[in-house]
DNA sequence: TATTACAACTTGTGCGCACAAGTGTCAATA
DNA sequence: TATTGACACTTGTGCGCACAAGTTGTAATA
């Protein structure tokens, strides 16, 4: 529950961007009128365009408004940390998750060679997603317990991000990605119905929590006919 | 030049955290002490780490205060928008870039289907990037007239933003981004020295100007072996 | 007619204040 | 001893104000 004024209004106009409410290519009412609108301040106010600005939802220019872009930012998969299941419920895709793979192991696989070494218990959990009943993704995800306690099943087959955030209540804060092509062995081939080549794209990810503890490595092979990563930026000069 | 004190202390910040003058795991001072150290008030302090944030440099913490993070940002390349040239001096690689063609266009190629349709006239531009001798990236850029005016060859050798931002002026805003992995032609793979399976990365990107003008179109095709993208995210909740 | 000047809007930057809420320490208390 | 509570710190949220700076239309002016 985030019921923060700025976020209220960081969402509301989102989704009246979403629904047509505010067009692209129109401008929103100015942050004085909003300000008056919503019953905060032209501060208030301003966060909130910031945010949408920094979604790329709007982009605002000096002296004149905030211009309601038109970007369709949901691909597959896309930018910033968002679960499969979110995705597949924003693209409204024929899409299927099957668990292959559940077990809680004593550490993290020496192969993973993460420097933060933690030496804690892990949950190792491998996912196929399947697109129009074909396999795309394969993921392996280990997620370390502490701060995961328990991973039913049940949540392994729908969201776990859902359950983590819902249900256990742990605050995911960051995320590092790296994308790459590489080589993979034969049953990652075969899972992922790959032609002789056996190249796949590997998004290899970190994910922290607020107090900037690992929590999440997930390892996802994606089938390369089927991959598109999409990608908003702003320009920043540092 | 951008000079407003917020940015001054944003990379005046940065600055030290890259010289390690607060190193990673430390606490930054508090926002009250930043305050007093560059004679600004609290706000001020506010946006700037909020800009250190979002970069990815630093963690807020509530009631406790602003850890520096160990992040290495700088990859093959990074996310967001930056060129070619920058990045090869923040890696400190053995680069070299060759100019295989640049010349003026009456129009957009149809092959590339942009909807925002510019009866423009463009600079196509392409360019083979090297790393220790070896052939990496194809890029073809479409720069739009106008606003760009003219594209000397010594701009397409350098950078040509450093070019279009200090020497014509034109300010960049964001971009959009697509990565995905595609066949390609005889002509690309013998460019890029690939093997039978003619696969390359292929990064797709527009970019914008602060008024929402489009004005580059990037086709960057990246050699499988070579390739790798690097993106740090926060959790956004909308 | 073409230019200039102004007014009325917009967003950008910066100041200061108040209070909420999370964290850690330390002393008083049961 | 173990718990509680007060206190001093931290960041988070929100308010209000002032002025700078960019945009646009209109009216006065040359």
Redesign the pocket.
């Known amino acids: 529950m ?8 960081t969402r509301d106009i989102a989704l009246k961007i979403k629904h047509k409410v505010y067009s692209p290519g129109e ?9 008056e609108l ?10 909130a ?2 945010d949408l600005m920094d979604l790329g939802l709007i982009q ?7 211009l309601v872009l038109d970007i369709q930012r949901y691909s597959f998969p896309v930018s910033g940390i968002t679960s499969f299941k979110e995705l597949n419920q924003a693209l409204g895709m024929d899409a299927e998750t099957k668990v292959l793979h559940l077990e809680e192991l004593d550490k993290l696989p020496a192969n993973l060679s993460i420097e933060e070494i933690p030496a804690k218990k892990v949950f190792y959990l491998e996912r196929l997603r399947l697109i129009d009943g074909e396999p795309a993704v394969l993921d392996r995800d280990y997620l370390l317990n502490p701060p995961v306690k328990s991973l039913p099943l049940a949540a392994a087959e729908n969201s776990i991000y859902a359950y983590l955030e819902d249900e256990l209540g742990i605050k995911i804060s960051y995320a590092t990605k790296e994308i790459t092509v590489r080589k993979v062995d034969d049953y990652i081939a075969q899972t992922l119905h790959l032609d002789h080549d056996k190249r796949a794209v590997l998004v290899f990810s970190k994910t922290y929590l607020e ?1 900037t503890s690992l929590f999440q490595i997930t390892a996802s092979y994606h089938n390369p006919d089927e991959f598109s990563f999409n990608d908003f930026a702003r320009r920043r000069k540092i």
């Open positions: 985030e019921n923060s004024k700025q976020e209220i209004i401008y929103l009412p100015s942050e004085n009128q909003l300000s919503y019953g905060a301040a032209r501060n208030t106010v301003r966060k365009l910031g605002k220019i000096k002296g004149k408004g905030s107090d």
